[in-house]
């Protein structure tokens, strides 16, 4: 692999990487760099790079969080300081930090679902594979953070209005 | 209706951009970089017949630790048996308490019921008819003896006072009702 496709598939996809590490660990983007480096070592260039990457991104992870319960403090600490997820500035109608926040209050299998489908654009059955999981029970979970979402931003639910 | 709106959320949720680390995209290629180079130096040292590349090599480490776990399985197997001579020393054994003997059958071949009447016979014939030095020559009043020591029903032997003035009639009468209670034919106590 070149310098230059290397470089385009860190354009297209450091970023929802960095911002799907982060639901696990404060150290994202080091999770990030070391999935390309793998992807660099790997014999044979996967056939379907943006899952692989996931997965990569996933399991460095997970592994970084070595016990339950250092992953439910963890996850508390982020809660509790609530780091801007989301750049500031951005011609969005909705506001980042109360994004972010929100997302925190997620069930994290559904956060999980919420932030690989909208900014990572992986499909339902990609992320039915990476989460060990069924596609039908994806997207229920996602209908159902998209719902909850709604709710906490303070936007009427489709489906009362 | 209900979709569009729903599809509208999405688009504004997707509307946010990832903060990222600006740099990343540079720590990254100058990280491949590096890594690369070190595999390309990695690759050019390596000669051709690598011996950890040949199946040799793998043969022969597969049997090192096939050798090194039936070593570890074998010390595990007999540490039992070391450890146990080791103890034997440390313990202490009684001095007034005589030494465990092994057990060990006792047949009729080991002890002939012959012989021994016949000594017994002449021991007491010898010592004047006195009947415990002749029954002290019986194999099996061993005192020191644990393991296959005969009990005597009770009233098999006569009293000891009266012992002394036994005859040999009532001696061998006594001695064959004890014969009896001896192991029959190979039989073991």
């Known amino acids: 692999m070149?310098?230059?496709?290397?470089?385009?598939?860190?354009?297209?996809?450091?970023?929802?990487?960095?911002?799907?590490?982060?639901?696990?660990?404060?150290?994202?983007?080091d999770l990030v760099q070391t999935a390309f480096l793998k992807l660099l070592e790997e014999p044979t260039f996967p056939s379907n790079v943006k899952p692989w990457l996931y997965r990569?991104?996933?399991?460095?992870?997970?592994?970084?969080?070595?016990?339950?319960?250092?992953?439910?403090?963890?996850?508390?600490?982020?809660?509790?300081?609530?780091?801007?997820?989301?750049?500031?500035?951005?011609?969005?109608e909705l506001d980042g930090e109360k994004a972010t926040t929100v997302l925190l209050e997620l069930d994290?299998?559904?956060?999980?679902?919420?932030?690989?489908?909208?900014?990572?654009?992986?499909?339902?059955?990609?992320?039915?594979?990476l989460t060990h999981s069924s596609s039908s029970t994806v997207h229920r979970r996602y209908q159902n953070g998209i719902q909850q979402l709604r709710k906490k931003l303070g936007l009427s639910c489709p489906t009362t209005e | 209706m209900n979709s569009n709106s729903s599809n509208e959320f999405e688009e504004q949720l997707r509307s946010l951009q990832p903060r990222t680390n600006q740099?990343?995209?540079?720590?990254?290629?100058?990280?491949?970089?590096?890594?690369?180079?070190?595999?390309?130096?990695?690759?050019?040292?390596?000669?051709?017949?690598?011996?950890?590349?040949?199946?040799?090599?793998?043969?022969?480490?597969a049997a090192s630790w096939v050798v090194t776990?039936?070593?570890?399985?074998?010390?595990?197997?007999?540490?039992?048996?070391?450890?146990?001579?080791?103890?034997?020393?440390?313990?202490?054994?009684?001095?007034?308490?005589?030494?465990?003997?092994?057990?060990?059958?006792?047949?009729?071949?080991?002890?002939?019921?012959?012989?021994?009447?016949?000594?017994?016979?002449?021991?007491?014939?010898?010592?004047?008819?006195?009947?415990?030095?002749?029954?002290?020559?019986?194999?099996?009043?061993?005192?020191?003896?644990?393991h296959g020591e005969i009990r005597l029903p009770e009233n098999s032997l006569p009293e000891r006072t009266n012992s002394s003035t036994a005859t040999y009639a009532e001696l061998s009468k006594h001695l064959r009702h004890f014969n009896s209670h001896l192991p029959q034919n190979g039989e073991t106590l």
Do not use: C
Request: hydrophobic share 35%; proline share 5%.
């Open chain 1, 2 to 29: 070149d310098s230059q496709t290397l470089g385009e598939l860190i354009d297209e996809y450091a970023q929802p990487l960095e911002l799907y590490a982060r639901q696990w660990s404060d150290d994202a983007a």
């Open chain 1, 56 to 92: 990569v991104v996933r399991n460095l992870a997970f592994s970084s969080l070595r016990s339950t319960v250092r992953r439910r403090n963890r996850e508390m600490r982020h809660f509790e300081q609530s780091e801007n997820w989301f750049e500031h500035g951005v011609d969005s």
């Open chain 1, 108 to 129: 994290s299998r559904t956060r999980e679902v919420i932030v690989a489908h909208l900014w990572g654009t992986l499909t339902f059955e990609e992320i039915a594979e």
């Open chain 2, 23 to 61: 740099r990343l995209r540079d720590q990254i290629l100058y990280a491949a970089g590096e890594r690369a180079a070190e595999i390309r130096i990695r690759d050019s040292t390596k000669p051709k017949g690598d011996r950890r590349s040949t199946g040799l090599w793998k043969l022969a480490t």
């Open chain 2, 69 to 146: 776990a039936g070593l570890f399985l074998y010390s595990v197997r007999v540490s039992p048996d070391v450890e146990q001579i080791v103890d034997v020393p440390a313990r202490e054994t009684p001095t007034d308490q005589q030494p465990e003997l092994p057990e060990r059958s006792i047949s009729t071949e080991e002890t002939p019921r012959q012989p021994a009447e016949q000594k017994m016979q002449a021991m007491t014939q010898s010592n004047g008819g006195h009947y415990l030095n002749a029954i002290s020559y019986v194999p099996f009043l061993d005192s020191n003896r644990r």
